[in-house]
């Protein structure tokens, strides 16, 4: 009597862990609103240029706030002049290097008119900044000693804030990354940015000296 009614109890519970394995568990209400959240919105990323290994990314700072909170008392928006922040990646095994010197700034008026910018040095859009209207005039002392040193330390504290900010590493390393800001005078007239590309012709291989082709980068949206 007590095996038949153990084997009665076995089959009891091989019933109920089968029916457990086709019902699955039970979803509570929370992990069924978790299942059904919004995707995270995209991120916008900068404009960029890739090809031959190397990938060009641009960001101009064209708004006045924006550009405040980057640069602080050395903004160089108000006095007309756009910082671009450029980004160079190498995906290759080799340095690349990329002549500064050369990078323009191409704006465009129509199909068949534009105009070509070169980039501020920091030391040179500290002075605009710290001069809007232009130098002030040298006052003359009443009593000259010596030598005027023609320093300028209104300037020079500005340009201690943008140098270390500038593009100012001509070598990409492989499989790495360099990034600063280029200036721009645009003579107060931001919306030029809408049509303008960051021009970069001069990009050859270490050491081997191939040129790659030109990059152009627009930084309008």
């Not at 290759?92 to 290097?97: A, Q």
């Not at 390393?173 to 960051?198: C, Q, W, Y």
């Amino acid at each position: 009597m007590a095996s038949i009614v153990a084997m009665l109890v076995l089959s009891f519970l091989a019933c109920l862990g089968a029916l457990a394995q086709n019902n699955g568990p039970l979803e509570t209400p929370q992990a069924s609103q978790q299942s059904v959240q919004a995707p995270a919105p995209l991120i916008a990323t900068p404009r960029q240029d890739r090809h031959d290994g190397l990938s060009i990314s641009v960001d101009p700072y064209n708004e006045p706030a924006r550009a405040k909170e980057k640069f602080g008392k050395a903004n160089p928006v108000p006095v007309g002049i756009l910082p671009v922040e450029v980004s160079m990646h190498n995906d290759t095994d080799r340095p690349i290097h990329v002549d500064l010197s050369t990078i323009q700034l191409e704006v465009h008026f129509s199909e068949d008119r534009h105009q070509e910018i070169d980039w501020l040095p920091a030391q040179q859009v500290a002075n605009q900044v710290a001069h809007p209207k232009g130098p002030a005039a040298p006052t003359a002392r009443r009593f000259p000693i010596g030598v005027p040193s023609g320093a300028d330390s209104k300037a020079d504290k500005l340009a201690e804030i943008l140098k270390p900010l500038s593009l100012d590493a001509d070598i990409v390393p492989p499989k790495g990354t360099i990034h600063g800001f280029l200036f721009f005078d645009l003579n107060r007239d931001m919306s030029l940015v809408e049509t303008a590309s960051l021009y970069v012709p001069d990009v050859t291989t270490v050491p081997a000296s191939k040129p790659l082709m030109f990059f152009e980068v627009p930084l309008g949206r």
